[in-house]
């Protein structure tokens, strides 16, 4: 099972890691090191990092220094992500003269320090949120722009080292296997025994069914897509079954590209496995072909291809996923968006992101976090640190909450699903394979995440003229804690029939 966590294996090594002689000289002389004109080494940068998110519980680039920043930037493509506008404006939807002023100031800026003419200047702009993405080589640059009333945020997004010296590829949460099904994790129902994972039954989402299947509801996934060669969840077999009059779309935002300013797209379709689980989890039809059904069989799905794996640490993934949030944003059939992904700190252009899809009326749930043993200790992991987002994890099948196995909780939660074995790591939750006529195990706060959604998307169809703060209100109503919240698990397991009742 634990092949198919959404993990944050990279973190775990980290945030333990102690400081060498070279880390400890840097903490004591931080001053001195403003004045330095060659960066701080990456173990240097990781050490601090690490450092600051174990005495502080996460970190924040607008804390530290010019030389610290500029370090970061340097080791990450010479890529500067600035957030600009007036404190709290995160986005704008029409031509603005004022924030174009803003803009082009702060470009101004960056030329003069950087001593380069504007038509070799490397820079993109978003056409919704407040934010421009530039290169910048010089801490003079970093310094001046420190002075710019302008100026929200400013980030390294390049800067993906962090766990790792090398800029190696990350596959996080990533499995296209196929896994053997034990028989005792589902039941099977009409058409031609398609199969209902064990876990359903636990959240009563089966006899929920029998109110509301989803039609009518369209959920927005952002994750590494879905498979093309997963005929359940393609155009060709969305409607297998009794699922009818819906349908599936694919995108891709995302560019697997070394250089930042690429646009070359890398498709819509799944390459990882994570995604493709996500969307059976949240979407499968109720087939009949004797495979895994979805919460919510008869909802349409969105799906986009925003990131190559759960861990958003690149600098591609992040704009992937703030495009997705604002594609989505835009679309008034989406009610709902699902994002079983993440990261330990917040990411300046994702919530900017997160806060238009939010203006725009969406339900957005996120992923707590799922990690090994080592990092369980860490809380809630952005985007789910939110309060625009609906925090999501999961917990074993136990007579006592407990969080599974690798599972993150903590005071942000908004609910749980039970998803893991009291006595039995190995039961999880099976799902569509990530090809055709496959099966795998998947779990964590992932498909947590997504079975919420699913819910979510039940109540909705059922509910179609609710807003998103009574599909809301009736989840919370219909949860274990309710009126209560509890420190770590938020409102509890939720029962999906009492939802649609």
């Not at 989890?281 to 979805?294: F, I, L, S, T």
């Not at 704009?319 to 968006?337: C, E, F, H, P, Y």
């Not at 964590?444 to 703060?469: D, E, F, Q």
Request: with cysteine; proline share 3%; charged share 20%.
């Amino acid at each position: 099972m634990k092949k198919n966590l959404f993990m944050l294996l990279l973190l775990s090594v980290i945030v333990f890691v102690s400081c060498s002689e070279e880390d400890a000289s840097f903490e004591s002389q931080p001053k001195k090191l403003q004045n330095l004109k060659e960066p701080l080494s990456i173990k240097q940068i990781n050490s601090q990092i690490s450092k600051t998110i174990k005495d502080t519980g996460d970190f924040d680039w607008s804390a530290v220094d010019e030389h610290f920043l500029w370090s970061a930037i340097a080791h990450g493509q010479n890529v500067l992500t600035i957030g600009y506008g007036n404190p709290g404006q995160s986005f704008s939807e029409k031509p603005d003269a004022t924030l174009e002023a803003m803009k082009e100031e702060i470009l101004e800026i960056v030329i003069e320090n950087e001593k380069s003419p504007k038509k070799k200047l490397k820079f993109l702009e978003h056409d919704i949120i407040t934010v421009i993405d530039v290169e910048v080589k010089n801490i003079e640059t970093i310094r001046a722009l420190r002075e710019s009333k302008n100026i929200r945020y400013m980030e390294p997004n390049g800067y993906n080292h962090y766990g790792k010296e090398l800029n190696a590829k990350s596959s996080s949460g990533c499995d296209k296997n196929a896994d053997t099904i034990n028989t005792a994790h589902y039941t099977t129902t009409s058409p031609n025994n398609a199969q209902v994972s064990w876990h359903f039954n636990e959240h009563n989402i089966q006899q929920a069914w029998n109110y509301s299947t989803g039609s009518g509801v369209t959920i927005g996934l952002i994750d590494t897509g879905v498979s093309a060669s997963q005929y359940l969840l393609n155009s060709s077999g969305i409607n297998d079954g009794y699922s009818n009059g819906r349908f599936v779309q694919k995108y891709g935002t995302f560019i697997d590209s070394w250089w930042w300013w690429s646009n070359n797209y890398d498709g819509p379709h799944d390459k990882c496995g994570h995604g493709t689980a996500m969307g059976s989890a949240m979407a499968a039809p109720r087939n009949n072909d004797g495979m895994p059904v979805g919460v919510a069989y008869n909802s349409n799905l969105v799906a986009y291809r925003a990131t190559e794996d759960v861990l958003l640490n690149d600098y591609h993934e992040r704009k992937g996923v703030s495009m997705a949030l604002t594609q989505l944003g835009n679309r008034s059939d989406v009610k709902i968006i699902s994002m079983s992904i993440g990261y330990v700190w917040s990411i300046g252009n994702i919530k900017d992101a997160v806060k238009y899809a939010y203006s725009k009326g969406k339900l957005i749930f996120a992923a707590g976090g799922t990690s090994t043993s080592f990092t369980n200790g860490f809380g809630v992991i952005f985007p789910a640190t939110m309060s625009e987002t609906v925090a999501v994890t999961g917990v074993d099948d136990g007579s006592n909450y407990k969080r599974c196995d690798t599972c993150h909780s903590g005071s942000k939660i908004d609910f749980t699903i039970i998803m893991e074995g009291a006595s039995n790591s190995s039961k999880a939750p099976p799902v569509l394979g990530f090809y055709n006529g496959q099966r795998r195990y998947t779990g964590g706060s992932s498909v947590a995440t997504a079975t919420t959604a699913g819910i979510a998307a039940l109540i909705w169809s059922k509910y179609p003229n609710w807003s998103r703060s009574q599909v809301l209100t009736r989840l919370k109503q219909s949860s274990d804690f309710y009126p209560n919240k509890s420190s770590n698990f938020g409102y509890g397991n939720i029962d999906a029939l009492q939802a649609v009742q």
